[in-house]
């Protein structure tokens, strides 16, 4: 039997970290962005004739569906485990790329808030540039034919496809891949790409759906995120990887550094040039940064080896205090939880000065030093993180989220069901007209209403839905309730205004930095109207 090594078990703990950091809590209401894609892959289950601009994740959609159901968490599940799969694709270079630089380059992206945040959203973003690093690794290692055939499923994700393509082509060339080889593996890629477009030859459609993807990649939605917003979100949400990456080029470059330097450059261009329109288009930045600090984070622990190792246990002691810390306070928005991380690297600093004191070697205290803030600046990206996904992932202020689900949603669904049981005898059964462009989030919360019809004209319909400035066309007296459904926060406000004396005020920038405060929401609402009958019938709304 063979036995497991440190190395092995450390792997195992990484996927169980980025497995429960990713697949928690999925089940949260989609938002407009997550439900526009995912009422694609519902309506072509349905046997509707609709166009998937992102063949891969919408294949991958429908047989989810199907197996599992129309449920928010399935529909986010893909994602997920693309996000683990990102996380976990050093292992399978780590003979070349260096045993502890590919554990920590994983260890990276598993708590970097990016990747988290767009593993959690349903899209097709992240299981392309899962694949694009995949393609990239196996290239580089002289595994031509999995190489290709990533590559291949790496083009089916259409309007997904492009930049992730272009920059795992030139990355792999950078880090040494022979041409003459890829050239060779053409036929696993077009197979690859066969399969993954048309879902194993079932939707022959799939193909011309991937080439329309790839136009649509050229028109960013409207409501895409500007690139000094999303700069700004990377630079509070990924000090650790930030702050490392630079520092490999102290020494010599390699061809490694200068691959991963590619995706860095790469995914820059994309969002300064507005061909980026969501945090999605920041994960090459995210994944070539770690690439680059890995190797300095190795050097460091290198360099922390040769101290005892009851200070990692120490170290480690302190680190759980401000995690939890972090935990405890951050998803409360209150400012206690601040306190921790400094604490904690007060006393690491104060212990690493009075061991390198002992020292004639400099470097070592500078060593400590630079473990100490390395290990504050990974309290504080898992604060981060924790608040970003997990503690206000609801939250409209966070510098990535569009929009947000409001409460009023989640209620509206419940009286819906709710209404319906007490008139008819069984959920989802009671006829709803809605009226107006609904948003993608409202239209996937009525999913599985049996009877629901999207119309101006006037109906039958006992329960209607429609924006406030509208009433109901139907014959009869209505009572109405209206709900918060979609909430956005105008972060474009957010800047530093010069006040009459002079100077300037920058309290709402800083309350944001700090804790995602915003004012002003703007908020979208609809209106609930039952008819007088169905309102005595259902014992009326609240």
Request: aromatic share 8%; proline share 7%; charged share 15%.
């Amino acid at each position: 039997m063979q036995r497991i090594t440190r190395e092995d078990a450390l792997w195992c703990a990484l996927a169980l970290l980025a497995g429960a950091l990713r697949l928690a809590r999925l089940d949260a209401p989609l938002t407009n962005a997550e439900a526009a894609s995912a009422l694609l892959a519902l309506a072509a289950l349905r046997g509707e004739p609709v166009v998937l601009p992102n063949p891969l994740l919408g294949n991958a959609q429908m047989a989810t569906f199907a197996l599992l159901g129309a449920g928010d968490a399935w529909a986010r599940l893909l994602p997920a485990l693309g996000g683990v799969a990102l996380c976990l694709l050093p292992m399978a270079s780590r003979t070349s790329l260096g045993r502890r630089p590919a554990l920590l380059m994983g260890a990276l992206l598993a708590l970097s808030p990016t990747a988290w945040f767009v593993a959690r959203e349903s899209g097709g973003a992240m299981l392309a540039w899962a694949l694009a690093l995949a393609a990239q690794l196996a290239w580089r290692d002289n595994r031509p034919w999995p190489a290709a055939i990533a590559f291949g499923l790496l083009l089916a994700a259409g309007r997904d496809a492009f930049v992730p393509a272009v920059i795992s082509l030139l990355a792999a060339l950078v880090a040494g891949a022979s041409p003459a080889a890829m050239i060779r593996a053409w036929p696993a890629a077009l197979l690859g790409f066969l399969l993954a477009a048309t879902g194993l030859l079932l939707r022959p459609s799939g193909l011309g759906d991937a080439f329309y993807g790839f136009t649509r990649w050229f028109s960013p939605p409207p409501d895409s995120l500007s690139a000094t917003r999303l700069i700004l979100g990377l630079l509070i949400s990924e000090p650790l990887i930030l702050l490392g990456a630079p520092l490999s080029f102290v020494r010599r470059p390699t061809r490694d550094a200068l691959a991963w330097l590619t995706w860095v450059i790469g995914g820059a261009l994309s969002v300064f040039i507005g061909l980026g329109s969501d945090a999605a288009a920041l994960l090459p930045v995210v994944v070539g940064a770690a690439g680059l600090a890995a190797g300095v984070y190795d050097a460091l622990v290198s360099e922390m080896a040769v101290r005892p190792s009851w200070m990692w246990g120490i170290a480690v002691v302190l680190l759980a205090y401000a995690g939890l810390g972090v935990i405890q306070y951050a998803g409360q928005g209150r400012s206690e939880w601040l306190l921790t991380p400094p604490v904690a690297v007060t006393l690491l600093i104060a212990l690493a000065a009075s061991l390198g004191w002992t020292s004639s070697d400099y470097r070592l205290p500078l060593a400590n030093v630079a473990c100490a803030g390395s290990a504050l600046l990974m309290v504080y990206t898992l604060g981060v993180g924790w608040q970003m996904n997990l503690a206000r992932s609801d939250h409209p202020g966070e510098a990535y989220r569009r929009d947000a689900v409001a409460p009023g949603l989640v209620a509206l669904r419940h009286d819906l069901r709710q209404i319906s049981i007490r008139v008819t005898g069984e959920p989802d059964a009671l006829a709803v007209q809605v009226m107006g462009e609904a948003p993608p989030a409202l239209r996937w919360a009525l999913r599985e209403q049996r009877n629901v019809t999207y119309s101006d004209q006037p109906t039958a319909a006992g329960l209607v839905l429609t924006p406030p400035a509208r009433q109901p066309p139907a014959a009869g007296r209505f009572v109405g309730s209206s709900r918060e459904v979609i909430v956005r926060a105008p972060l474009s406000e957010l800047s530093c205004s010069p006040l009459p004396q002079g100077g300037f005020d920058c309290l709402g920038l800083a309350r944001w930095l700090a804790f995602r405060e915003v004012r002003n929401l703007q908020s979208e609402r609809w209106v609930l109207w039952l008819r007088d009958d169905i309102a005595r019938r259902g014992g009326g709304i609240r």
